[in-house]
């Protein structure tokens, strides 16, 4: 062969994000349980786009109708597209995932780190509050919160988060406790890195790992709880294209039309499951030994 | 036949005076260092050699005030370049430590952070002491590693420690210690971990590149072959103390305390394999929470038991310097009362000396 290759520069500066991906498409369970996720947010982004109906125009004639090739999914008691509504569904689901997921994460991180990496007061006191938060069962908190807020989208989804608090907070002292003793860190301090540096460069990558893993079989619980939390009436208010309030308002016709159970309840079905095997993959990718 | 060490006078690098670091415990105070003196001149090598327990570890981290809770310096002074290093503030603690002094440890897959690549924590120190940016600190970390002789630097800083041999991550903590061209380098036991095929190279590399920067070493070990090799000066320790500390020609050929001779008879040499069996020394390091008014190693002396010397059970022995930078603390050795017998056939071995 007299073909000129032009050669790539071969060393680069390692890109730890593009090789991480690579492995995650690799890994059978990450790649189905991303491509669910990425399925998700394309059918919320484009959902007037792709919903053949207004999701909350009724139609009083064409209640309780089976799938057909009008309507994929069927239409609800009052005569309503499930595709449709379906579709639109993905929004409050995906936003659920994220407003909780944030809440939880961030206030549950910062509160674990201080009490990891601070002092001993600080640590008393922060893990105090969260024992204080872990004494009430977990769906009694959600309700204490909603009780004092009212019920609607964005109380249920602010108590959701809160009610996470204490996991993540529980899991990143505790890393910080191990790793802070390792070694590595005493070989860093000797080596002259910071308090501030060995927490951020040393502590804090090893903490990523585990809390990315947690991160991502926690916010499916906590969208199903969400989803739950409306099914009782006490999150998202109908008329609104919820899978959780779709479920609570077709449930009386469970017998006649399966259908206005069965397309919610699918939809949040493949939703979770998938964000939970993203999570096992996540998991499996995420350990630098394997 | 050996190279000579640095002239004496030369005003020392490292000076410790009478250190004493504690640790508490509910069963008492264990002093695992009381009162070491104890002198590094610039460009020296030193090895400090004792059995397990002697305190050689803890006399290392002590320099660096790496001493942690329940551990405290009870008392005694540190000069670095006649800085005060028991007096520093944190701030000046941090520049001190990595900046001044480097320091290794023996387990060298323990002491590189598992989830970084190798070359982003050879860079660091370059980044956040050595004010330098991304780009320049990689290129730095690039060349740093090359010079400890990592094959495919570039590739190999991509690298995952786990993804390392123990000879490897050794060598890139040596990288890592270097960073910042200290003046003082401390090795705890380098070698200890590794293949023994390894540990030469590895010896090799600290001596070489102890020679190119400048740099002193302080080489904690257990091992006389390792201090035959590499030391220019040997300090013996026993249960807290230095007890004999000399040029290492005279240290392997004539020690003069009875440890240390000890010490000597105990290690296997080449050349005269299957000669005869090694020496143990009888007994055990004494029980560092209570400890006895005289030498520490009196209960376990032959040389005690023959000459019959009972002071050497009620009273410390001051450190006696038979020659210039040649020093022992024991009561047998004061050549008045004791004329020194012939070690002479205990040669050590050398041929590993260049």
Redesign the interface.
């Known amino acids: 062969m007299s073909d000129i290759l032009i050669e790539e520069p071969?060393?680069h500066?390692?890109s730890?994000g593009r090789q991480l991906f690579r492995r995650l498409l690799r890994n059978p369970s990450a790649a189905l349980g991303g491509s669910v996720l990425a399925v998700l947010i394309l059918l919320a982004a484009f959902a007037p786009l792709i919903t053949p109906y207004d999701p909350f125009a009724i139609n009083p004639m064409g209640r309780l109708k089976p799938p057909t090739w009008q309507h994929w999914f069927g239409t609800d008691e009052v005569g309503r597209d499930l595709f449709s509504r379906i579709m639109y569904g993905t929004r409050y689901f995906l936003l659920i995932c994220a407003v909780t997921a944030s809440i939880s994460a961030t206030i549950g991180t910062t509160l674990g780190l201080i009490a990891g990496a601070g002092s001993a007061l600080a640590d008393g006191i922060i893990m105090r509050l969260i024992d204080i938060l872990l004494a009430f069962p977990y769906i009694l908190m959600v309700l204490v919160v909603v009780a004092i807020l009212g019920p609607s989208l964005w109380t249920g989804m602010a108590a959701v988060g809160i009610a996470g608090i204490p996991g993540y907070a529980r899991l990143v002292r505790s890393t910080v406790l191990t790793v802070k003793r390792?070694?590595?860190v005493?070989?860093?301090?000797?080596?002259?890195?910071?308090e501030t540096?060995i927490l951020f460069?040393?502590v804090l990558?090893?903490v990523?790992?585990p809390l990315i893993v947690y991160l991502s079989f926690a916010t499916p619980l906590a969208a199903l709880l969400a989803s739950a939390l409306s099914f009782a009436g006490l999150g998202t208010q109908p008329p609104a294209p919820e899978w959780g309030v779709m479920l609570v308002n077709s449930r009386t016709y469970l017998f006649s039309a399966w259908w206005a159970v069965a397309a919610p309840g699918m939809a949040l079905f493949i939703s979770i499951f998938g964000l939970n095997i993203l999570g096992n993959g996540l998991r499996d990718v995420l350990d630098?030994?394997s | 036949m050996l190279m000579t060490s640095p002239p004496s006078h030369a005003k020392p690098l490292l000076d410790i005076r009478a250190l004493q670091t504690q640790f508490k415990s509910e069963r008492g105070t264990v002093n695992a260092v009381q009162g070491v003196d104890l002198t590094i001149a610039p460009g020296e090598i030193l090895g400090l050699v004792g059995e397990s327990g002697s305190g050689k570890s803890v006399l290392a981290l002590s320099i660096l005030r790496l001493i942690q809770s329940p551990g405290t310096i009870a008392g005694g002074e540190i000069l670095f370049d006649g800085r005060d290093v028991l007096g520093m503030s944190k701030k000046e603690l941090t520049q001190l430590r990595g900046r001044d002094i480097g320091i290794i440890f023996q387990q060298p897959h323990g002491c590189l952070n598992p989830v970084r690549r190798i070359g982003w924590q050879v860079a660091e120190p370059l980044r956040h002491q050595g004010g330098l940016d991304r780009r320049a600190a990689w290129d730095g970390a690039i060349a740093l590693l090359r010079s400890v002789g990592i094959p495919a630097p570039e590739e190999k800083a991509l690298a995952y420690p786990h993804q390392l041999s123990g000879g490897q991550a050794q060598r890139v903590m040596i990288a890592i210690a270097l960073a910042l061209k200290p003046r003082l380098l401390i090795a705890d036991e380098p070698t200890t971990a590794l293949d023994v095929t390894i540990q030469a190279q590895i010896l090799e590399l600290l001596r070489e590149s102890c020679r190119n920067f400048g740099t002193s070493l302080l080489l904690v070990t257990h091992d006389l072959g390792v201090v035959a090799k590499l030391a220019d000066r040997v300090a013996v320790m026993y249960a807290g103390r230095i007890v004999e500390d000399g040029p290492v020609a005279e240290m392997l050929v004539e020690p003069q305390h009875p440890y240390a001779r000890g010490l000597l008879r105990a290690a296997p040499r080449l050349g005269n394999a299957g000669a005869g069996r090694l020496q143990d020394i009888p007994g055990g390091i004494p029980d560092l929470s209570r400890p006895s008014p005289g030498c520490a190693f009196a209960p376990r002396c032959e040389v005690r038991r023959s000459l019959q010397l009972g002071r050497c059970l009620t009273e410390q022995p001051p450190f006696q310097t038979s020659h210039a930078g040649h020093r022992t603390r024991c009561w047998a050795t004061d050549r008045s009362i004791n004329p020194p017998q012939s070690v002479s056939e205990m040669s050590l071995p050398l041929e590993g000396r260049p």
Request: proline letters at 12%.
């Open positions: 071969i060393f500066m390692p730890r390792e070694d590595y005493v070989s860093a301090r000797a080596l002259g890195a910071s540096e460069f040393t990558p090893n990523l790992s630098p030994q």
